[in-house]
């Protein structure tokens, strides 16, 4: 009874009740505030009774508010932050997405979580040089996210999505700015030139409100740790939120590709375990190229000449080619994770216990190969990498991605005479490789990426007409077909050879006046090529498969779906992970156009307005 009386007379006094009823006050302007915020961007839309995110951001503003002494010097500190900071919700709307206000609240919550924090630790840095710099690269770092979102829409109109800061990530650094530089355009640059303006001001504000304006409590460096963790719990809470998803997304990805490659042999004996095949010979080629769409090749029905070799071959029995073939993303490394390993948008197998083609074929006693005019290493590792690595033979023309960083230039017409540079090199190094009787040889083109005119060398502008980039592209198409002419002539010379498969890694839509940036996704992006040859012997040898495969020349398909096609070719099962009905070589293909999917399962292919003719 003591005990209770003395703790309503020290704690519930009529100040501290005041006190209280200000705090609580204050929680509820803030709730109100975010709530009106969310209301002015798109109109109030239920959420059936999750605010709670938003009480989490008027909580974090009061509890500082009041670690400050009540000081409306720390508002006007934090008002600017949160406008510019928050700012980045509005390009949600800005690209036609549809509006969350959950989404929103959790955004405001993380953006104050994130503030409230930095100000508080900023307070105790009392002097004014040190101050400002610490606040510049503070701020700085903070709000560089929301300036690379809107220097992104500023040139897409979309708000950007992890397949960009992966497409990035998977060139080397040299690349990647040259990428980035060709982007730019007078807008980018004026916000290049402001940003490090408003921060600095923003730096200046800092000093003379925080440390000049405001008084600490007592045991102000304990409240301080209390608030920081609570704040952190309140981070961990609200990150989930549309505006931060591609960072976090971003790294998300990049741990499951670490991952890939840290369990290589895990998969290798897994592949032991259940690896089952015959012992017979045979050399296959698989060809990748990149960026072909297959509406501007002539074999399947273009206006221009662009494929004299394959529509000379539409007809030979050797060659099936396939009508509905699609990608399953629209980035290189996206899809062949997919397309070379067990892994696909179909099934539930963890990308790192996904087996890939070489792992396999390794094991099965072929003789691996990999001939690229890719580059070799990106900023960071990913599963091509990895895969590539397994094979004993590899060439890279290209050793690193930035060693095509001229492409990016207006200047790749004085600079195109380097060999190396073009895809023909590769049949020289398909040529001189080393040969068995028992070999997978994956052959990967640089094939039709941008910039086009980069892609063929002098005496391949073949079309002029009112569009520039077209012509181009058709050109690339055109020096792309000599090239797999020359391959073709090359390989079936090899000793037991028995076939080519050939797909494009996606495709670029480039009558749409666009490449093949996820954030601008139109189906025209996944529209890929994919034709198959065979010898005489394994169509004599294999007539159930190549009957099948022609069967299947008007079914869909999705190049995630390579790895069970080519195990099938080659005569090789792995129990417990194979896949009948995503086989195109069976009967049992599951061949339900309403299935398909591309974009890792985020877009239905009968969605498209060209389904099913397309």
């Not at 890939?260 to 045979?282: P, S």
């Amino acid at each position: 009874k003591v005990f209770y009386m003395t703790f309503i007379k020290k704690f519930l006094n009529a100040n501290n009740l005041k006190n209280l009823m200000k705090f609580l006050f204050s929680v509820f302007i803030g709730f109100i505030f975010i709530f009106i915020v969310s209301a002015l961007i798109n109109g109030y839309t239920p959420t059936n009774g999750n605010e709670s995110y938003a009480l989490y951001a008027a909580i974090s503003v009061s509890l500082t508010y009041f670690y400050f002494g009540k000081s409306k010097s720390y508002l006007i500190t934090l008002l600017p932050l949160f406008v510019l900071f928050a700012s980045a919700y509005l390009i949600r709307r800005f690209s036609g997405l549809t509006y969350d206000a959950q989404d929103f609240y959790r955004f405001a919550g993380f953006t104050l979580c994130i503030y409230n924090p930095l100000l508080i630790i900023l307070r105790f840095v009392k002097n004014k040089i040190a101050h400002i710099f610490a606040a510049f690269v503070t701020f700085f770092i903070t709000l560089l996210p929301v300036a690379i979102l809107w220097g992104y829409w500023t040139i897409t109109k979309k708000l950007m999505l992890p397949e960009t800061f992966l497409a990035i990530s998977q060139t080397d650094f040299s690349e990647a700015s040259a990428y980035m530089q060709g982007m730019f355009n007078s807008s980018i640059y004026g916000l290049l030139l402001l940003f490090p303006i408003i921060v600095l001001v923003l730096s200046i504000l800092s000093y003379k409100k925080l440390v000049k304006n405001t008084n600490l409590p007592k045991y102000s460096v304990v409240i301080a740790i209390l608030l920081l963790l609570l704040h952190g719990l309140l981070i961990f809470h609200t990150s989930r939120n549309s505006i931060a998803a591609p960072f976090i997304q971003t790294k998300e990805y990049m741990d499951k590709y670490r991952e890939f490659a840290e369990n290589k042999e895990a998969r290798k004996q897994f592949i032991k375990q259940n690896l089952q095949t015959k012992d017979g010979k045979g050399v296959y080629v698989l060809i990748i190229g990149e960026s072909q769409n297959r509406d501007h090749m002539q074999v399947y029905g273009y206006n221009r000449d662009t494929t004299p070799f394959l529509s000379s071959v539409k007809n030979d029995p050797h060659f099936i080619f396939f009508d509905h073939a699609r990608s399953c993303h629209t980035q290189t490394v996206q899809v062949l994770t997919f397309a070379l390993t067990a892994k696909n948008q179909y099934n539930r197998i963890q990308m790192k216990e996904a087996p890939s083609i070489l792992e396999v074929a390794n094991a099965a006693g072929y003789t691996t190969a990999w001939l690229s005019n890719q580059g070799k290493y990106g900023m960071f590792n990913t599963p091509i990498t990895v895969i590539a690595s397994d094979a004993k033979y590899q060439k890279f023309i290209n050793e690193t991605a930035g060693e095509t960083k001229r492409e990016w230039t207006e200047k790749v017409d004085k600079n195109r005479n380097r060999k190396g540079d073009y895809d023909e090199n590769l049949v020289t190094e398909l040529k001189n490789l080393p040969k068995t009787d028992k070999m997978l040889i994956v052959i990967h083109l640089m094939g039709n990426h941008t910039p086009y005119g980069a892609r063929y060398p002098d005496g391949y502008d073949y079309y002029k007409g009112n569009d520039i980039s077209i012509d181009k592209y058709d050109n690339s198409i055109r020096y792309t077909d000599e090239v797999l002419k020359n391959i073709y002539e090359t390989a079936k010379e090899i000793p037991n050879f028995k076939g080519i498969i050939y797909f494009s890694d996606h495709t670029d839509a480039v009558d749409q006046g666009l490449a093949h940036d996820a954030t601008l996704f139109v189906p025209e992006m996944t529209y890929i090529p994919m034709f198959m040859t065979f010898s005489d012997d394994y169509m004599q040898n294999r007539k159930e498969t190549i009957n099948i495969l022609k069967e299947h020349e008007k079914t869909y398909f999705t190049n995630d779906l390579i790895f069970n096609t080519l195990l099938s070719i080659m005569d090789i099962k792995l129990g417990g992970i194979y896949e009948s009905t995503n086989d195109i070589t069976k009967n049992s293909y599951d061949d339900d156009p309403h299935r398909f999917l591309t974009l890792y399962g985020k877009v239905e292919i009968s969605k498209d307005p060209n389904f099913p003719n397309k």
